[in-house]
């Protein structure tokens, strides 16, 4: 056995790294307990449940297979098909929900204006294929637009041709990243940190601005 190979295995616990800790000792545990299979497996739940952040699970990866646990093939592959997985059952809630049950939602919440859910709808047919494959490299969107996917009952298989394409893009740049960076792996989530929070604001800016044209359309003019 090599000193590169022997060196890691005495740090190869993250609860013996002082710099791994939360989310990303948990993260590095289930590597090492269940291999890259494990980063495949938080990567799926990550699409699920977004709390769970892929720009530090992804880093994670890279940085575990550099480490020895595993090669950085199987790190890209696993982490994708996790990306695949997560997005396919997004998908299934999507296709369950169906047409019908979302416009009983759209009608059921105030200030949504249906001709406007009408003009998204519309969108989202003619530029599916597009936001299905750049959506998966956006903070957030990356695990909603699966769900309208579904409700549109978008081509299975092209969906999923779509979805592991635009994941294997995000994934192959933020492993990468984790792997080279090593011990660094972390100033990959702060650059991820701010393209996310730069989203956010524009996300929240665009709601704030149509619910005040709502509320100024629905105001009853001067008597």
């Known amino acids: 056995m090599s000193v590169l190979q ?8 993250a609860s013996q790294d002082p710099s791994l800790g939360g989310v990303a000792g948990w993260a590095v545990d289930v590597m090492e307990t269940i291999g890259a299979p494990g980063a495949g497996l938080l990567v799926g739940l990550e ?5 769970l952040p892929s720009e530090i699970i992804l880093p994670l990866a890279g940085f575990t297979a550099s480490r020895g646990d595993f090669t950085l093939f199987e790190a890209i592959f696993w982490t994708t098909m996790g990306s695949v997985f997560g997005a396919w059952a997004l998908y299934g809630i999507g296709a369950w929900l169906g047409r019908d049950r979302m416009w009983k939602v759209v009608r059921a919440v105030p200030l949504v204006d249906v001709a406007d ?8 047919i003619r530029h599916g294929y597009k936001a299905v494959f750049f959506g998966r490299m956006i903070p957030i969107f990356r695990s909603l ?13 092209k969906f999923l041709a779509l979805t592991t394409a635009g994941s294997l893009i995000w994934n192959v740049i933020f492993v990468l990243a984790g792997f080279y960076l090593g011990e660094n792996w972390h100033l990959v989530e702060g650059y991820a940190g701010i ?4 989203v956010i604001v524009v996300v929240v800016l665009a709601l704030v601005a149509y619910v005040v044209s709502k509320i100024r359309k629905n105001r009853p003019g001067p008597q």
């Open 6 to 13: 022997s060196v890691p295995r005495q740090v190869n616990t």
């Open 47 to 51: 699409n699920l449940f977004p709390p």
């Open 117 to 124: 859910v009408e003009k998204v709808e519309a969108w989202f």
């Open 145 to 157: 637009i699966s769900i309208p996917a579904g409700i549109e009952r978008m081509h299975i298989w």
């Open 195 to 198: 393209f996310q929070k730069i």
